[in-house]
């Protein structure tokens, strides 16, 4: 049975990605540069891309003085960002059938929280797995599987939710039941690995995942095929 809902948070909770995309725009628009957004986009949900963000700027930029402008723009496009669709929903309804829930994620606890606590979702998860947590990030499975430590639970007990296909295959790895919910940034990604795919948060029933993935609302049952709603 299902037991526990394990979200990621960058792009599925607040759309972050988007926000630090368009600040590095900024930036670029500030002074002058062109701006390869298809470039940046490529780099959302993929921990292993390596790119120089400020190449168009040339060799001899002053490249920790165009990070603290992207940061400032960050910052201000961060603190507008509204919870994504379905989001509140979803956690209402876990609460209503005493599942845990857990947050899981490839950036830092200051950035998970500091968002989290401004947005008043904070006190809904009561595992916070986060990047400085374990030895390597998503795709690897480690912080899922240490979030699953801490509620004393096993892969299949649990539903995943995920924007990006790094997040969704570390949860895939970790042998967790996975919904996959992209964003703008992240619709272009591979999920054939994952069970569902959605729209956003606001096209998942609770009730019938909990069926068709062997919940306290029916029997387990088989793993379905991979689809999209």
């Given at each position: ?11 599925l909770i607040l759309d972050t990605e988007s926000a630090l ?209």
């Amino acid at each position: 049975m299902i037991r526990a809902l394990l979200f990621d948070f960058d792009g599925l909770i607040l759309d972050t990605e988007s926000a630090l995309i368009a600040a590095y725009a900024d930036v670029h628009a500030v002074h002058g540069v062109a701006f390869d957004h298809d470039r940046f986009l490529r780099s959302v949900g993929h921990a292993d891309y390596a790119f120089d963000p400020w190449q168009g700027f040339g060799p001899r930029a002053d490249r920790a003085a165009l990070e603290l402008e992207r940061r400032a723009c960050n910052r201000t496009r961060d603190e507008q960002l509204p919870v994504l669709p379905g989001v509140t929903a979803l956690l209402d309804a876990a609460r209503d059938r005493s599942l845990q829930v857990g947050l899981v994620s490839n950036s830092g606890h200051a950035h998970c929280e500091r968002h989290l606590a401004r947005v008043g979702l904070l006190d809904r998860f009561a595992v916070l797995a986060c990047r400085e947590d374990a030895p390597l990030p998503k795709p690897a499975p480690d912080l899922y599987r240490l979030a699953l430590g801490r509620f004393g639970r096993r892969g299949h007990e649990a539903i995943a939710f995920e924007d990006s296909h790094t997040g969704s295959l570390a949860a895939r790895r970790a042998n967790l039941w996975t919904v996959a919910a992209p964003n703008p940034t992240t619709a272009h990604h591979d999920f054939r690995h994952v069970h569902l795919v959605v729209r956003s948060l606001a096209e998942v029933d609770l009730a019938a995942q909990l069926r068709q993935f062997g919940g306290p609302d029916g029997p387990p049952g088989a793993a379905p095929a991979p689809g999209r709603t």
